[in-house]
């Protein structure tokens, strides 16, 4: 199901619909967060730098995403 639905958004993000992005963050935030958090421990800000440049890379290269390898390609 998770992989259905990552396929569809990924798939409205390639079109360029924003609203995708949004749910896409809303539902990964956390995961890249910790990631970035753990990786620059004491850093915040430069954690949150890392998450918002992922996002970005994520809107600018959807089509290199392959459903499911969604959290792999923020890490």
């Known amino acids: ?3 259905l639905e990552e396929r569809e958004l990924l798939r ?3 079109r360029g619909d924003p609203s995708a992005l949004e749910e896409l963050m809303d539902r990964d ?3 890249a967060c ?3 958090g753990s990786v620059l421990r004491g850093r915040p800000r430069d954690a ?3 998450v918002s440049d992922a996002f970005l890379a994520l809107w600018e290269h959807a089509g290199q995403v392959e459903p499911g390898k969604l959290r792999p ?3």
Request: hydrophobic fraction near 60%; charged fraction near 20%; glycine fraction near 16%.
């Open 1 to 3: 199901m998770v992989w």
């Open 12 to 14: 409205r993000l390639r």
């Open 29 to 31: 935030m956390g995961f």
């Open 34 to 36: 910790g990631l970035a």
């Open 48 to 50: 949150e730098e890392v």
């Open 73 to 75: 390609w923020l890490g």
